[in-house]
Each structure stands twice: as C-alpha cells, then as structure tokens.
C-alpha cells in the first residue's frame, strides 16, 4: 500500500496523537480520532505494516504499547511541514 493512500483526517490525527505522545495505547489513540477501537485497529495494522509504528505487548497490564518508528517520525516531519503549508496558506 502505499503511504498517501494510509492518511485521511481521522488517520492523520492519530499518527499525529502517536508521534506526539511516544509511548500509548490503542484505546487512547482511539478517543484521540473520534474513531472505534475496531477501526483503530485496522488503521494500526496498517501503519504497521507500513512501518511507521511498532506494537510491543505491555507484559502483566491487558495493553499494547505503540511507538513510532525512526521511519514513521521521519514521514510525520513531512507531513507536519504540509499540514502547516495547508493552514498557512
């Protein structure tokens, strides 16, 4: 897939939630995009997939830690350099 089909408004905001925050979680990236936690999912997979995030299993807590890659920090510096064209102007 490739990677301008992987943002729209609710993905771009929970990339952006993301590579913001470092360490989180799905549940909490989810309230983040207004989303369902199935959809988060999903939109996970393929950032995953992608290999703009990393799940690591929170061993003894029931949640998955999500972290960006070096690769993903490096494609959110590129789109926040075109979010800030867009509302600039």
Known sequence: MKLEYLFYVSRLKIFE????NGDTWSAQVARVGFVSCSYTAKILNLFEKAGLITRTRNWG???IIIQ???KGKG???HLKAIK???IDG
């Open 75 to 77: 494609v959110w510096q």
């Open 17 to 20: 939630s993301i590579v913001n």
């Open 68 to 70: 960006p890659t070096e």
């Open 61 to 63: 807590k029931r949640n």
């Open 84 to 86: 800030g064209g867009l």
